[in-house]
């Protein structure tokens, strides 16, 4: 009797973990593409003229689940297109590309909306921590190299308005 209760139970393990990795195969075809979703429009500008620099459609990230999610699983991204982070306070941020598809340029951006510090070309599906030098409050991430050819630098400003 005793032998038919270890059979029995370890059937029973088979067929749940037989079960469970068809569930989690199934699971990864249901992953959907994140399409990009126009928010606001964004400005950056050079910090002594507030001359415009260039303008940019963002996609915001101001809740928990957007800002850990962020533009991860994406392919790629337009050059005229950006994520813009919201947090609710100025604090140090660090950010990585885990799950990220495509290198970025990390911009932080502190409360007066002033760049205090930029990642350059943060490399795709890295671990590595990537913090701000200062406190930020936001973040704006773009394709890497942008930051070099629009030759943004601290002190740059953001501002943006959003769509109702």
Not at 74 to 86: D, V
Not at 127 to 152: C, R
Request: with cysteine; proline share 3%.
């Amino acid at each position: 009797m005793k032998r038919f209760w270890i059979s029995a139970a370890l059937m029973g393990l088979f067929l749940c973990s037989s079960y469970s990795c068809k569930e989690k195969s199934e699971e990864k075809n249901l992953t959907l593409e994140i399409t990009f979703t126009k928010e606001g429009e964004l400005s950056l500008m050079e910090a002594s003229t507030d001359s415009i620099i260039k303008k940019l459609d963002i996609e915001i990230a101001d809740d928990v689940y957007q800002t850990q999610t962020g533009l991860m699983y994406r392919k790629s991204m337009p050059e005229n297109q950006a994520m813009l982070f919201i947090f609710d306070e100025e604090a140090p941020h660090s950010f990585y590309m885990k799950n990220t598809e495509f290198a970025l340029d990390i911009i932080f951006i502190d409360k007066n909306k002033q760049i205090v510090s930029i990642q350059k070309n943060a490399n795709p599906f890295d671990k590595t921590s990537l913090p701000s030098e200062a406190p930020a409050m936001y973040v704006l991430e773009i394709n890497a190299g942008l930051s070099d050819v629009w030759n943004l630098k601290k002190g740059d400003k953001i501002s943006w308005t959003t769509l109702n």
